[in-house]
DNA sequence: ATTTATTTTTACCTTTGCTCAATAATTAAA
DNA sequence: TTTAATTATTGAGCAAAGGTAAAAATAAAT
């Protein structure tokens, strides 16, 4: 069975959607805070990271992109504003790019691909609910254990330091928690 | 100039769904968790607040609506599935029950109504983004600024001690925060 | 392969938000 | 209005997560 984002995939193809590919090297930018996003990013191969810089002028990670994911800045493609994240590539990184004026076309003229579009940010509400919870556990320890039952793939792709950050903790927290 | 939700709360009217309403006293519950959620409730009077339990049984809020919000438990919902939120009622409020199945049955058939849902949604998901982006924030000072600065109204609403423990902190950290 | 740089781990110390407790202020109930 | 119950404030002590620093382990670069 099909699921709504590879149906979703699937369309992108048909209606010429991808308009472009780019290959990114390890640390480069696919986007920085206050670009305009023209683009939606299929991860062809890589894993790229989103981080937006707190009130400390510090990173703060809050998504990571591996292999088949469709990434982007959400709420700079939703509200039409300079990005307030950060897309960077974490090792060479190879994209397919999926232009957003032509999928905000269509998805406002095809039915299709308006329905499909509904169950996918459903779904990406459902997700960032789980995150929230995720956020609000205070113990660190029950944090990591809560992602990494719904996210195992997250702790073999990605640095224990982004980890680390997504989880809101240090990476000495991190790594005792691990061994406790 | 109209809003989205503005729009949408028309199409509920024009479109009957709107299939009753409900008056709950202070502490009453719309929902438990582990029901299955048959309604939006549109909010009339009064205000709701939206918690779970977590893992060491305490309550953690999530949510609040007031008078003109469109209150549910969202991933229950979307995912079809019994609701892992509780909403209750913070003082006497009174709400218009929007029917779930009409409402996605509506969302199907009818293209004004699958667009400004779009809209809707997208807009949600930009919401979480910031919340996201509070919840990330280590200093509880900065993290009451981040949210007084954004939803003053909160603060008018809802008492000191339900908002501390959406904001992640103890009533007395608020407290504390709030004299200096 | 060797060097350089980065990441992870470990130990020790510091800071800060939490618990507990007592009081004051508000709100709800009788 | 008076009483009861809940909420908000303040202080003191403590536990736990974070900071610092140094060593060990990986990974990257030459």
Request: hydrophobic share 40%; proline share 2%.
């Amino acid at each position: 069975m099909m699921s709504d984002v590879d149906t979703f995939k699937k369309l992108l193809i048909e209606h010429q959607l991808i308009v472009g590919e780019r290959t990114f090297l390890k640390d480069e930018f696919l986007i920085k805070a206050g670009d305009v996003v023209y683009f939606l990013n299929w991860i062809e191969k890589g894993s790229v990271r989103a981080f937006f810089i707190n009130e400390k002028e510090e990173e703060q990670n809050v998504r990571f992109g591996y292999i088949g994911d469709l990434f982007t800045s959400v709420k700079s493609v939703f509200l039409n504003q300079p990005s307030d994240l950060y897309l960077q590539a974490l090792k060479k990184t190879k994209v397919h790019l999926i232009s957003v004026e032509k999928l905000k076309s269509i998805i406002q003229s095809n039915e299709v691909f308006s329905q499909i579009w509904i169950n996918i940010i459903q779904y990406l509400v459902c997700q960032q609910m789980d995150r929230e919870m995720d956020l609000l556990t205070n113990d660190p320890k029950l944090r990591y254990e809560r992602v990494l039952e719904r996210s195992p793939q997250l702790f073999q792709e990605i640095s224990s330091k982004h980890i680390a950050n997504y989880l809101r903790m240090t990476p000495e927290t991190l790594s005792r928690v691990r061994k406790s």
